[in-house]
């Protein structure tokens, strides 16, 4: 999704700078998606972020979600405009909390502008624009990669992310109030277009965000369900990061997870 903002902006004239820490890997996207109006800034921690986003009008944040208070933080103090791609319930929880920050700032913050959160959350207002009560939002999150010659086990988002979703606790919003469930708890056949998956309970900020928003229309039930890999439900968190661990290694690159 990263490389697709570089291309949506460049395409429409808009110069823009890739913040990373793996630069070889930035160029190759400058090159092949900037158009000629992308160029590369390595960036290391906190204090380098905040010095690399320096008049810039605004951050948008494509990174894993764990770095989204940190981007949040030099945003304010380069006092730019900010978006990211979402984050887990809790850090979403956390982030929220800045708004007074970005108000007194004159500064617009929006959280969760992703796929999934993003479209999901658009999709869920669009749905209720017309109604007087909203008692229940359910959000079902299907795919599948047709992508040819994929490997045996590939990652579609940061793989930290993915092993937090699939280890952590989900959060759901039931009776009017937020409670924990078991991990992958819940599963349910769903019938999507590309055809039935299996759904389970998964940590994500919608559940953090849409009972906020729709609380003045009475909303007392609100849960996310995502239908993962197979092959994913098969091994437990601690062997999927061994095996990004040991690609990551055959790749000559380091784990961001170690």
């Given at each position: 999704m990263g490389r697709a903002v570089v291309f949506d902006l460049t395409r429409q004239g808009v110069p823009v700078r890739l913040l990373e820490t793996d630069v070889a890997r930035a160029r190759l996207v400058a090159r092949r998606y900037g158009q000629g109006r992308a160029t590369v800034v390595d960036?290391?921690?906190?204090?380098?972020?905040?010095?690399?986003?320096?008049?810039?009008?605004?951050?948008?944040?494509?990174?894993?979600?764990?770095?989204?208070?940190?981007?949040?933080?030099?945003?304010?103090?380069?006092?730019?405009?900010?978006v990211d791609l979402g984050g887990l319930f809790h850090t979403t929880r956390r982030q929220l909390a800045r708004d007074g920050e970005f108000r007194r700032r004159g500064l617009l913050a929006v959280l969760g502008m992703g796929s999934a959160p993003g479209t999901t959350n658009v999709l869920a207002r669009l749905g209720a624009g017309g109604l007087t009560r909203v008692e229940a939002i359910r959000?079902?999150?299907?795919?599948?990669?047709?992508?040819?010659?994929?490997?045996?086990?590939?990652?579609?988002?940061?793989?930290a992310t993915l092993l937090d979703e699939l280890s952590q606790r989900p959060m759901v919003f039931t009776k009017g109030r937020f409670r924990s469930a078991a991990p992958l708890s819940g599963g349910e056949d769903f019938r999507f277009d590309l055809g039935t998956q299996r759904v389970h309970l998964s940590l994500h900020s919608e559940v953090a965000t849409l009972p906020l928003s729709f609380a003045d229309k009475g909303l007392r039930e609100c849960s996310f369900k995502?239908?993962?890999?197979?092959?994913?439900s098969q091994y437990s968190p601690g062997v999927l990061l061994e095996f990004f661990n040991m690609r990551s290694l055959a790749?000559?690159?380091?784990?961001?997870?170690?």
């Open positions: 960036v290391a921690g906190g204090a380098g972020l905040a010095a690399a986003v320096h008049a810039a009008a605004v951050l948008v944040n494509c990174g894993p979600y764990g770095l989204n208070l940190a981007a949040m933080d030099a945003a304010l103090s380069a006092r730019c405009h900010y959000v079902y999150n299907g795919g599948a990669d047709f992508t040819p010659g994929r490997g045996a086990l590939s990652f579609g988002f940061s793989p995502i239908a993962y890999d197979e092959r994913f790749a000559g690159r380091r784990s961001s997870l170690t």
